[in-house]
């Protein structure tokens, strides 16, 4: 059994910073695209962020140069630095995950649970 768990999710004020993790546990065989999504309420989920397993990066517009997405390979493990935090930005945080499991020939899809950022103005 697969699972992504996430944390670090909180409140903080506008300026501040939070960082989120998300560790992909279970029998894992490979752990491919790794990415950090958000909703907000009455909004469309959209992507924040990506990296790939060679450790290539890209982000939406609105996050460009105030987050960093990183991984450890070694930790099957995501993190997302959230820097110079803006009320907009807050949302539900989902982590997602291309993983290929041991003894399954194929790339399957796994969801963390969310995490909820809330920025004060």
């Known amino acids: 059994q697969v699972q992504l768990v996430e944390s670090g999710g909180g409140l903080v004020q506008a300026g501040g910073s939070l960082r989120l993790s998300c560790a992909a546990s279970?029998?894992?065989?490979?752990?491919?695209?790794m990415r950090w999504y958000r909703q907000a309420p009455g909004k469309q989920r959209e992507l924040v962020a990506v990296?790939?397993?060679?450790?290539?990066?890209d982000y939406a517009d609105s996050v460009k140069g105030r987050f960093t997405i990183s991984r450890d390979n070694a930790k099957n493990t995501v993190y997302l630095q959230m820097n110079s935090l803006k009320p907009e930005d807050t949302a539900v945080y989902y982590c997602?995950?291309?993983?290929?499991?041991?003894?399954?020939?194929?790339?399957?899809?796994?969801w963390g649970q969310g995490t909820q950022v809330t920025v004060s103005s």
């Open positions: 997602y995950a291309d993983i290929i499991p041991r003894y399954v020939s194929a790339v399957v899809r796994y």
């Open positions: 990296t790939t397993k060679s450790g290539s990066t």
């Open positions: 279970g029998t894992i065989n490979s752990v491919n695209d």
